[in-house]
């Protein structure tokens, strides 16, 4: 079992620290004159319950690998967490505080993984700090399972969550806790903050959902509702979710914003402002606070400290862990492995060997298809792969013969399988991959429509400045989907993921292309990757060489390779599908002479990063350059290109092949076009 340190303050100190984290909060919302004091305020009670007395870290080592993980969902109120990390012994000195919300502090407006020591994940858009919480005690539980041994349980810990009303309506909730229930995730204990308020006031008019009877229909054990300034029934709370009852715990805490503010307390005003300085000098008052602004009494610090307690639940873990190496030296070294984020060193050969097969076979197959074969492989090769697909499993293709199932028994226990059945829940599938990841020892995949991918983006987004590995199978990618339509058929969805900063976006045209879009989604372990793969075969495209795929864009043929011996007059410029219409334009303008080269760009984002030099030699800067992509065309202008193929409009329902020769995505008028362009 883990082991807690035993905390338990008198009612006397609990108080003070609880007030300590007010006037901090109330006094850095002040000093930056922005902010929401209102939620660290109400909510300081609880934070003395859980952090004061539970919570199992140590402020000396943040990335501890066992520690649990606290997640503040309703990020506005980022002062809480902050003053916790300040005062239990973090490294983020007072001035820090003193600094929130200021340029390259480490208190920024809301809290970011990897800028403050302690932060486990990036919040803020609400909703989806709860549900990386459910992404985190997922990867919790299904590596206790892999890893543990009788006699050694070297993974065991919770995953702690506040979170507000604002949480509670957001969508994206009800698809996460869902699946907690469902997942039976009984180390996961979310404390609600039921404090009534949201921006616009009283949430009685537009928040009428019993939220308890909700949570027992997810399978989740509903304990209160509690008097959240209780500290003691705060901590009994904890200690009954703590026990088990082989479901995931919400807890019900009746609060109020702003606690301790004569005036604005149980307000709105409370929520997102600064109390001003007459307001926060009558809540000195009333708490009984006499200390200047940011400075804290040393029997507050004492009361707080948790760095022996921290270092000595360390100390156990690593005295059971040693023990555990001893006798399972090969699962411990690979438990390190993966919880480092580190592959194997036979991936890059498995790599290489996967490319060479693929480029050997040959084979035309939707990239749809060349994506289950590449993932065939490394599936196979790595265990910390963890897929699955929203609904769409047998048309995205996110399942090998290494990836069963997952699945949970009445007791709660996990199969063992690594493919996960997410339901119709896209956004929900997004922010879990980012908690399963923000965890540490899966490397999380997931598949649904391109078009769907709208459901997601904020996730996306979210992967992309937290800096996360995280494997987006966007399928169906264009309207070569056909007879489902304009709704399923992605226009801009290319061009719209393109603009997400720190996300790789790959559209491949044939199965070596995917392969290697894999190889670079896999070993690059700070930016998420989405892969946009066709429904429709797509022909093999011929290559020289297979080393330059990776660097995003290659020259694919020169006019030599249909028989000219000339220098080629201009570039055609594809991705996925399109690529094999330009090369077959290129033979057709053969045949009159005109001589071009064919440019296959599975990632812009990948070549933007080249140097000056690689990108001038693959576009050099005298020819004209052609874009063709089923897609919207104003992403390729900044290419310089004279002439783009593309498709600014929704498509229709029919079959591909039509569809293709309707909208001009025909070997015939990229031809033309080309032949237009050179003659000015």
Known sequence: MSSTPNHTPQTADATL??????????????????????????????????????????????????????????????????????????????????????????????????????????????????????????????????????GHTVVDHHTYVFLGDGCLMEGISHEACALAGAWKLDKLIAIYDDNGISIDGQVTPWFIDDTAKRFEAYGWTVIGPVDGHDVDAVDAAIAKARKGSGKPVLIVAKTTIG??????????????????????????????WSHEPFVLPEE???????????????????????AYRAEFPEQAAELL???????????????????????????????????????????????????????LTGSNLTNTSSTPALRFDEAGTPNGGRHINYGVREFGMAAIMNGVALHGGFIPYGGTFLTFSDYSRNAIRMAALMKRRVIHVFTHDSIGLGEDG????????????RLIPGLDVWRPADTTETIAAWTMAIGNASRPSALLLSRQNLPYLPKAQLDEISKGAYVLAEPSEVGLKKKAQAVIMATGSEVGLA??????????????????????????????????????????????????????????????????????????????????????????????????
């Open 259 to 288: 606690k301790g503010s004569p005036n604005r307390a149980g307000t709105a005003k409370a929520h997102g402002e600064a109390l001003g300085g007459e307001e926060i000098a009558l809540t000195r008052a009333a708490l009984g």
């Open 300 to 322: 507050v610090y004492t009361a707080w400290d948790r760095k022996q307690a921290g270092a000595d639940a360390q100390a156990e873990w690593t005295k059971r862990f040693d």
């Open 583 to 680: 090369l077959h334009a290129q033979q057709q303008l053969a045949v009159q002479g005109i001589a071009v080269r064919v440019v296959s760009v599975p990632s812009t984002s990948v070549f933007d990063r080249q140097s000056v030099a690689y990108k001038t030699q693959v576009l050099p800067k005298n020819l004209p350059r052609i874009a063709v992509e089923a897609g919207v065309t104003d992403f390729w202008w900044k290419y310089g290109c004279a002439a783009v193929i593309g498709l600014d409009r929704y498509g229709e329902s029919a079959p591909a092949n039509v569809l293709f020769k309707e909208f001009g995505f025909t070997a015939e008028n990229v031809a033309a076009t080309v032949r237009k362009v050179l003659r000015g």
């Open 486 to 497: 304009p709704t399923h058929q992605s226009v801009e969805h290319a061009a719209s993921l």
């Open 337 to 391: 492995r993966r919880m480092r984020g580190e592959l194997p060193a036979s991936f890059a050969q498995h790599a290489v060997d996967a490319m060479v097969a693929a480029h050997e076979k040959a084979e035309t197959v939707a990239s749809r298809k060349a994506s289950q074969l590449a993932l065939e492989a490394f599936t196979r090769a790595l265990p910390e792969l963890l897929g699955g697909s929203a609904d």
């Open 17 to 150: 620290m609880a007030n300590a984290v007010r006037a901090l909060a109330m006094d850095a919302v002040q000093q930056a004159n922005s902010g929401h004091p209102g939620a660290p305020m109400g909510m300081a009670d609880i934070a003395v319950a859980l952090w004061g007395r539970h919570l199992k870290h140590n402020p000396a080592d943040p990335l501890w690998a066992d520690r649990d993980r606290f997640v503040l969902s309703n990020g506005h109120g980022s002062m809480l967490i902050y003053a916790l990390l300040h005062l239990t012994g973090y490294a983020l000195p007072v001035e820090e505080l003193r600094n929130f919300r200021q340029l390259h502090s480490k208190t920024p407006g809301h809290p970011e993984v990897d800028v403050t020591p302690g932060v486990e994940t990036t919040t803020g858009p609400l909703g989806q700090g709860i549900t990386n919480a459910v992404g985190m005690a997922l990867a919790e539980k299904l590596l206790a399972h892999e890893f543990n041994r009788p």
